[in-house]
């Protein structure tokens, strides 16, 4: 494989991962209550948003990366 393929290919399944899922999603617990032996806790979910702009982004430079690494061949 060429230098660029790698990079490229990975770069476009970011780019339509990006694309697909608008923001990555996690869940953490937190204690709301704590007084000694009883506790109480509660699970916030909470997203990081990635604008389309990073997935088109991603994919443009992907696709740059393999035909440039098609190029010098």
């Known amino acids: 494989m060429k230098s660029n393929t790698l990079p490229g290919i990975i770069l476009i399944v970011i780019g339509i991962i990006a694309f697909a899922y608008q923001g990555i999603t996690y869940t953490t617990r937190e204690k709301v209550i704590d007084l000694g032996p009883i506790q109480v806790s509660a699970d916030k979910t909470r997203t990081i948003p990635l604008p389309p702009i990073l997935g088109g982004i991603a994919l443009v430079g992907g696709i740059a990366l ?5 190029r010098k061949s």
């Open 66 to 70: 393999l035909a440039m690494g098609g």
